[in-house]
């Protein structure tokens, strides 16, 4: 994309709201846009490529924080092993959440099987 869009027509390609490009910008996580003549706020494909790198960087669940210092790293051309650093300690939390989620499910499945089995023996018990 070599034009510039307004800010709505950025938020629609990135998959993002107006209000969140904007809060973006404020964090300082995308580049300021330009203005147009009118003062509207321009993007080019390199800052609607930012915004969705910091949207899918979210769905996977890297805070905007961390996100901030992957965008930094990958501005200024880090050595990868700061990269893989980072990455390693966000799979290392990821692999906790899922330890985590499997405890929680195995804990609802138990439950689950206490009442059923209570209930097949009341069903049994009134018959």
């Known amino acids: 994309m070599t034009e510039a869009v307004h800010i709505g027509k950025a938020a ?11 809060f973006y910008q404020k964090l300082g996580l995308i580049k300021s846009a330009s203005r147009s003549a009118g003062g509207y706020r321009l993007f080019v494909g390199e800052q ?12 996977l669940g890297f805070s905007l924080t961390e996100v901030k210092e992957l965008l930094a790293l990958r501005q200024k051309h880090h050595a990868c092993s ?13 692999l906790e959440k899922i330890k985590g989620l499997e405890r929680l499910q195995a804990e609802l499945a138990g439950a689950l099987r206490k009442l059923q089995s209570r209930a097949a023996l009341k069903t049994g018990n009134s018959a």
């Not at 629609?12 to 904007?22: M, P």
């Not at 893989?84 to 990821?94: C, F, G, N, T, Y």
């Open 82 to 94: 700061d990269v893989q650093s980072m990455l390693k300690h966000k799979l290392a939390d990821v």
């Open 48 to 59: 609607i490529c930012e915004l969705k790198f910091v949207r899918h960087a979210q769905e």
């Open 12 to 22: 629609k390609l990135a998959g993002v709201s107006v209000d969140t490009i904007r």
